[in-house]
């Protein structure tokens, strides 16, 4: 209990310190609703884990247990994620990702065989699709994939013994979300974008292995949005809350203050994520990044439940095969355990595991194909080459000085 | 009633005898003003805008230029272009052809940026003292065509992009060559359209094109008058929409004396203007309704513009004399 309010008090420490406030003053920037957490949002926070502390529930346990990654490096080498996978091994034997790998929602169907093809080419239009008519709503198809590598995980097989359940969270839906029928085999889930805005689709998983409860969400979010749309809806949508209250355990990406309906992260950019549990900030939770080409950062979230990791560049295709929308997939997992009692379907567990992903997009860099030097080289010599151009034309032209006599006595 | 016409009258006459270089100035700055930074104040015109408002002025542009969606749009593959889309498509021209019978080729006059940044290229050699050059009658024939040849290559090769004739790195085609991509971001600190973009051959060889091309712009533009109109696709789409313009350019043959004073200050070098007394409707497919020809004109009634019927800017000779006496820099 000691250990739990120096914790808190450190906590509190750090948070105050911290300069949140000064860089988010207004409650547009508030995390859940766009950027990062707010002072109002931090207080709210406190209160709210306040009063879990005192009912025992999942947060608290894992608030019970911050010293866990006490060892662990703030990030730590990256690496292939074979290496990563069958690497360190939690305290109290849980190893690192789920068994047959993590699930993970994609908006693109896994690839027949080996290869790097983008998802860009792979699937067209990346899952969506037009509906029935002119001014139907664009229908997303997503894709239930397991296993640790964006390049080489196949579907995720049904399981009998795992109960799962899917929530939809749409612009227009309540922020609990509605329940979507569960994932048709390889067909996938699809859903309605009716309205302009995102669109956030979790799918938990629960099993039992062993005395260990397993718990997986795997979460997709997914923007909608048009040139000529309702500017009021594009606004409200994005300032909506981003995170699930009821998610055990989910990753937030962090959003750039200037990022637009149209954002692309692009390969070389620095993205943080926060781990929410129950709507709350986790510390202390293991985060990998998994990149397109399967490199594998690892890193520890912060008092915030914040994680920062780059976008490596693994994108090396022969020039004449470049593609500057190559749209590249990468994986962000997140995992911790609590040590919990219960039941599941009759079954009793003395410990609960949680896992968590989110996928999203990258894309090549500008700065990996464009010139400034070049374009700049050009124009000038153009310039150059034109204006001596005019000016020895016109010198051309003109016809020398003569002077002409005229005697007028004769 | 009775103190209505008179009054109507004075303001005819303050109309007919404004300062119009002076007035035009104002009137191209306050525009330039509203369609290069107005973003920043979040005014949004739309994307039909008949003039060079550039899309790729993504922070301060106060609407986009037509030419931009027109040439995604047509880009898109056969099926559902000739489809269900093709209803979009036809909507976006008819709002184009909306935004574009209110001023006819006024906007190219008054209000487009890129003709505008010209005429303050040719303010600037006026001031440096080097004389503007003119075509002969002979390039200027062969030359006016090539604003069509823009146009025609404009519907085509997005059309060719949609049907996998082409490769999508070359969409939107007129844009990736347009001066205004590079010029009008410029003056919103945005230098990032003034790169090489090696990502494909196809890319390299636009983006350079571009590149070049807005060189020959600048060059071109300092020593002849609106260079760039004289090319713009958009000028002749205007054209193949100018008959139920509301702002229409009227000549009255009967009381032109030929003087040629109207072709002397016509940036566009149109000799029609002076030449032909018997079209009433003088507007050429090379105009821009900038109206210096009627500020120009000593003879009463002689150059007209007019909206919707109503005479708004009349030739008279008193407000000739008037703005010759200010120095109104014609022909130079």
Redesign the interface.
């Known amino acids: 209990m000691l250990r739990l309010k120096l914790c808190v008090l450190a906590m509190l420490a750090a948070l105050s310190a911290s300069s949140y406030g000064e860089e988010a003053p207004d409650g547009a920037r508030r995390f859940g609703q766009g950027g990062k957490p707010s002072e109002a949002q931090i207080a709210e926070w406190r209160t709210r884990r306040a009063a879990q502390n005192g009912s025992e529930s999942a947060p608290a346990a894992a608030a019970a247990m911050p010293h866990r990654h006490d060892d662990m490096p703030a990030a730590a080498p990256a690496g292939k994620p074979e290496e990563a996978g069958h690497g360190p091994v939690w305290p109290g034997g849980m190893a690192l990702g789920m068994r047959g790998g993590a699930l993970w929602l994609s908006d693109t169907p896994p690839m027949r065989g080996e290869g790097g093809r983008g998802g860009m080419r792979a699937s067209g239009m990346a899952g969506m699709e037009m509906g029935g ?2 001014g139907a709503p664009v229908t997303k198809r997503v894709w239930l994939r397991s296993g640790n590598d964006p390049l080489k995980s196949g579907f995720a097989h049904d399981d009998a013994e795992a109960a799962v359940e899917s929530v939809l969270v749409t612009p227009r839906s309540k922020p609990e979300g509605e329940p979507l029928p569960a994932a048709d085999g390889h067909k996938g889930l699809s859903f309605e974008m009716p309205a302009q805005g995102f669109y956030r689709l979790y799918l938990t998983s629960r099993k039992l292995q062993g005395d260990t409860l397993a718990v997986a969400v795997a979460k997709m979010e997914v923007g909608n949005f048009t ?2 749309g309702d ?1 009021d809806e594009v606004a409200a949508a994005l300032q909506a809350p981003r995170a699930l209250d009821s998610a055990p355990l989910e990753i937030v990406r962090e959003r750039k203050q200037d990022e637009k309906k149209f954002f692309q992260l692009k390969s070389g950019d620095e993205q943080a994520f926060f781990v929410l549990q129950k709507g709350l900030p986790l510390q202390g939770a293991r985060v990998r990044f998994v990149s397109h080409q399967g490199w594998v950062k690892e890193g520890v979230s912060d008092e915030m439940g914040r994680v920062s990791f780059q976008l490596v560049r693994d994108y090396y295709p022969p ?2 095969e ?3 929308r190559f749209k590249a997939t990468y994986l962000v997992i997140a995992e911790t355990g609590s040590v919990e009692s219960g039941s599941f379907n009759g079954q009793p567990y003395s410990g609960v595991r949680y896992q968590s992903t989110l996928s999203g997009n990258y894309y ?1 860099s ?1 700065d990996d ?4 030097a ?3 080289g ?6 150059m080459f ?2 001596v151009a ?1 000016y020895l034309y ?1 010198r051309r032209r003109v016809k020398p000085y003569r002077e002409e006599h005229f005697d007028e006595q004769h | 009633m009775n103190s209505t016409k008179p009054r109507l009258q004075a303001l005819r006459d303050a109309v007919n005898h404004v300062q119009f270089n002076r007035f035009r100035f104002w009137f191209q700055f306050a525009a330039f003003v509203l369609f290069v930074y107005g973003g920043y104040i979040s005014i949004n015109l739309g994307s039909h805008m008949p003039f060079f408002s550039c899309g790729y002025n993504q922070e301060g542009r106060a609407g986009v230029c037509y030419l931009l969606p027109l040439q995604h749009q047509l880009g898109q593959p056969w099926p559902r272009l000739f489809g269900m889309a093709g209803i979009a498509v036809l909507t976006g021209f008819l709002m184009f052809a909306l935004w574009f019978i209110v001023l006819n080729k006024g906007w190219c006059g008054f209000v487009c940026p890129l003709g505008t940044l010209q005429d303050w290229l040719t303010a600037l050699r006026r001031r440096i003292g080097i004389r503007y050059s003119t075509y002969s009658q002979g390039q200027f024939a062969q030359l006016t065509r090539v604003k069509y040849l823009l146009l025609a290559l404009l519907v085509l090769i997005p059309l060719g992009i949609g049907g996998g004739l082409f490769s999508h790195n070359m969409s939107p085609p007129f844009c990736l060559i347009c001066p205004a991509r590079m010029i009008l971001p410029m003056f919103t600190g945005d230098f990032s359209q003034f790169t090489v973009d090696f990502s494909s051959k196809t890319s390299m060889i636009m983006t350079a094109t571009g590149v070049s091309v807005m060189s020959l712009f600048l060059v071109g533009s300092f020593v002849k008058k609106r260079f760039f109109c004289f090319f713009c696709p958009m000028s002749a789409l205007h054209y193949l929409l100018s008959k139920p313009a509301l702002l229409k350019l009227k000549k009255d043959g009967s009381k032109c004396t030929r003087c040629g004073d109207c072709y002397n200050v016509c940036d566009m070098e149109i000799k029609e203007i002076a030449d032909d007394v018997r079209t009433a409707n003088i507007m050429t497919d090379d105009c821009t309704l900038c109206l210096k020809c009627v500020a120009s004109c000593p003879e009463k009634g002689a150059l007209q513009a007019s909206f919707a019927g109503i005479p708004i800017f009349v030739s008279t000779e008193e407000g000739f004399i008037k703005r010759m006496g200010k120095g109104a820099h014609h022909g130079k």
């Not at chain 1, 050009?378 to 310039?383: A, D, K, Q, V």
């Open positions: 008519g002119h040139h000529d500017e020039w004449d470049f593609q500057k090549p500008p194909y464009q010139s400034y070049w374009g700049l050009i124009g000038m010599g153009m310039l034109c204006g005019v016109r």
